[in-house]
């Protein structure tokens, strides 16, 4: 599910808060989450100055791995969706010169096309 897209710089949304109860570790200062996605068991955090994949790893979920991608590195982007009863959609992200992108599933409780909108709405500035 999305957790919040439309108060992304209200710093008093429990929304807000709760991003930055959980990852404030990870930003720098003036870093502020602007917007954020829960995808299954990952989280997509979208800042003022790059994007946070916080990703769980294994079956107990101990090991988690956090990717910052600055968003000038991000060279390209697309969304595939499936077909009507296919609820799957999968975000492609290229970064740099990399052939091969970053890959994410999404299942129905996620609008892909939300988090493609932050996206584009970040790296098209």
């Given at each position: 599910m999305g957790i919040f897209t439309g108060t992304a710089k209200n710093p008093n949304s429990q929304?807000?808060?709760?991003?930055?109860?959980?990852?404030?570790?990870?930003?720098?200062?003036g870093e502020i989450i602007e917007a954020g996605f829960i995808v299954l068991r990952d989280t997509f955090l979208f800042t003022n100055k790059r994007l946070i994949l916080v990703d769980i790893q294994g079956i107990s979920g101990k090991?988690?791995?956090?990717i910052s991608i600055p968003y000038n590195k991000i060279t390209r982007f697309s969304v595939q969706t499936g077909e009507r009863f296919d609820l799957n959609a999968e975000l492609k992200v290229w970064l740099g010169g990399d052939a091969i992108p970053f890959e994410k599933k999404f299942n129905k409780d996620v609008n892909v096309y939300e988090v493609q909108k932050e996206l584009a709405r970040h790296v098209l500035k």
């Open positions: 929304e807000t808060k709760k991003f930055h109860s959980d990852y404030g570790q990870l930003l720098v200062d090991q988690i791995e956090y």
